[in-house]
Structures are given as structure tokens and as C-alpha cells.
């Protein structure tokens, strides 16, 4: 019995998707609920899986194909095995050559399975130049070209050199992926429609980088979870929010939209690029909890886990630039938003106090925000309030 592989429905702004990556191959085994595909969407990735167990029969869309909702994709034969006959199609000498071969060595990736199916190629003829030995599918092409000869072995004086010749001029041409393509018409878009502005100033972390030093062991003993900047950094710009509304609120048509609840962006740079899930409620949440949920959703972002509601809200957006060493930059605010607020590199600099010169770790502190919104008055008082609420942190516990 075949079953039809579709497109999950796909969230309310997404019109349409691309497949991304194909798990499984034509004729490979497939467990119940394994993940056959991945769907690339706008804003997250949706994994299909195996409905029932059995073989993989069909791919009627490559990747890189675009997609609708519930579109038909491909097809399983239910409870069948890898290597069956089937009554629908019979196994070809090609395919059977090819389970005989993924049975020899699971080292194969899919794609240099069929180029061995296809040619008839003998694999323990065939030379592998990738990690540990691995026959890539450049191997194999190479040994089909050379009559299915197998390639002299390479001397081990000439393993080293480099595979590309000095001074050669080479290009590689890939597709944008849609969450990259997505990325660049939000930022155009921010940079089109807004009023856009950034001011700095530098907040001195000695203070905190002690707090942490003094309570990092008892708060994971006791919470389970390291105790990072970044619920500092939450906590600073959630007070700070109630205390210039403005900052908290967004644009719609020719009204002013004030939030009276704190749901903050956290960017985070993901393999497929970057993303700004959402912490809501912040303001109801303890540093623990902050740090456990900045984890989860870094995990989610790194695994392709997000999900849309993960991604979806947000007032305000934090962007962590100096994890990668960035000392000051100018972020980009993340629409309807009308504010983001850059932290950088904290890097020890010598700074004047009480009329002497001492070595603190410093940090700017950028916040880019809509103009039309937000005049400097409420800007330059908003940063003066994170810089003050992080150099004493006591005021977080007194509100003052």
C-alpha cells in the first residue's frame, strides 16, 4: 500500500516553501515518525515525518523545489523492507545494486549510492578521498570517466599538496535559502521605511562580572543552569522599558501602539542564518528562568526546532555581537519594533575615576531606534537607564 508524502499546512503568513533536504532516498528504509524531509519556510524549518513504517518509494520533488500546503511530494510503500521486490515496481539490477551496496557500508551518502547503482560500479575498486577514506561521489565520477579503472594510488609525498593549484581563480554559485532571502528584505525593509538612529554610550561590567564570580557555583548548584550576561542584560531592558514606554511600543499605519506586557527578541546565529525567537513575559521571569529559556531556544535555533510561535512577537530585540568579538556595531531594527539594542565585546580599557586611571572591563552599549517614534530624549535616557541598572545591579533587586 503507497502513501502519499504532503506538505504539512503551512502557518497563516507563509504562502509557500521550499524542500530543503531529503533524509531518505527512493528504495531506503523508513521507520514510523522518522524524518524523511525538511521544509524550508520564511521564518522556520518544518521536518516531515514517516507516517508509517516501510521504503521510500518515490521523490516527486527535488530540493530546492518550491512547494504548497498539503502538495504531494513523494511516496512510501508501507511495511515494505529496503531490498524488496515490490508488486507495484520490481527491483531493478541498478537498485539492487544499490541496497547491496548501502548494506556493504553505511559510509555511503545517498547520492554516490545511485551514481554507483547507475554506472555498475565496483566500490572496493574505487580510491576514497574524503575523511577517514570515505568515497565521495567526486571519486566515483572520476572512476567511471577513467573506464572504471581503478585510479593509481596517490604517492604519499603528493597526498599533501593542495587539492586547488596556487593562484587559481575559482567561484562557487549556491541558491539563497529562503530564511537568508527573508533576512535580507526584513533588513531593506528596516532600512526603507524607518527613521533610523543609533546612539552609544559604555556601561563598566566589573560589578556584575563580580557579582557572577561570587554566586556562579551556588546559582547552578541550586538552579541547574550557569549564570550568563545575558539575564542581566534582560532584566536591565525590561526595567528600562517601564520606564520609557515609547521604546516598548510600535508603528501601525498612522497609530502608536503601547504593549503593556515584555516579550524581547533574542537574535541568535543559527546554521541556516540568524533568528529572533521570543522570551516572553519577561518581566515575570526570575534570572534563572531567562538563562534556561535563552538556552532552550539557542538549542531549538542551532537544531532547526524553531517553531512559529517561537518566532513570532516580540517589542523589543537584544543582539549579542561581542559572543563573536564585535566591539561596537550599528544594529538594524527588527520590524514592526521600532528599537534593538547591540552589546559588544567586553574588553578591559584604562578609564579615568575619581581622578585616576584605572584598567576596567568596558562595554558600549548600541541602541539603533525608529526616530519617527522615538525622540532622543527618550532614547538617550533609555541606554543612561540599562548602563546605570548594570553597573549597580542592585537597583534590579530595589527597583530604583
Known sequence: MSIEIKVPDLPESVADA???????????????????????????????????????????????????GQQVIGKLKQGAKAGEETKDKPATNGE??????????????PAV?????????????VSGSG???????????????????????????KAELPLVAPGAREQKRVPMTRLRKRVAERLLEAKNTTAMLTTFNEVNMKPIMELRKQYQDIFEK???????FMSFYVKAVVESLKRFPEVNASIDGDDIVYHNYFD?????????????????????????????????LAIKGRDGKLTVDDMTGGNFTITNGGVFGSLMSTPIINPPQSAILGMHKIQDRPMAVD????????????????HR???????????????????????????V
Not at 549510492?113 to 575498486?125: F, I, P, Q, T
Not at 568515497?135 to 609525498?157: H, L, M
Not at 541550586?222 to 550568563?228: M, T, V
Open 18 to 68: 521550499t524542500i530543503a533536504t531529503w533524509h531518505k532516498q527512493p528504495g531506503d528504509s523508513v521507520e514510523r515518525d522518522e524524518v524523511i524531509v525538511d521544509i524550508e519556510t520564511d521564518k522556520v524549518v518544518l521536518e516531515v515525518p514517516a507516517p508509517e513504517a516501510g521504503v521510500l518509494e518515490a521523490i516527486m520533488e527535488d530540493a530546492g523545489a518550491t512547494v504548497l
Open 96 to 109: 539492487a545494486k544499490a541496497e547491496s551496496v548501502a548494506a556493504d557500508s553505511d559510509d555511503l551518502s
Open 355 to 370: 581622578g585616576k586611571v584605572e584598567i576596567l572591563p568596558m562595554m558600549y552599549l548600541a541602541l539603533s531606534y525608529d
Open 264 to 296: 524581547v527578541s533574542i537574535a541568535v546565529s543559527t546554521p541556516r542564518g540568524l533568528v529572533t525567537p521570543v522570551l516572553r513575559d519577561c518581566d515575570r521571569l526570575s534570572l534563572a528562568d531567562i538563562e534556561k529559556s535563552i538556552k532552550e
Open 222 to 228: 541550586r538552579h541547574g543552569i550557569r549564570l550568563g
Open 131 to 157: 575523511k577517514g577514506g570515505r568515497i565521495t561521489k567526486e571519486d566515483v565520477e572520476a572512476f567511471i570517466k577513467g573506464g572504471n579503472k581503478p585510479a593509481p594510488a596517490p604517492a604519499a609525498a
Open 113 to 125: 549510492r545511485r551514481l554507483v547503482a547507475e554506472h555498475n560500479v565496483d566500490v572496493s575498486k
Open 373 to 399: 517614534l522615538i525622540d532622543g530624549r527618550e532614547s538617550v535616557g533609555f541606554l543612561v537607564s540599562i548602563k546605570e541598572l548594570l553597573e549597580d545591579p542592585t537597583r534590579l533587586l530595589l527597583d
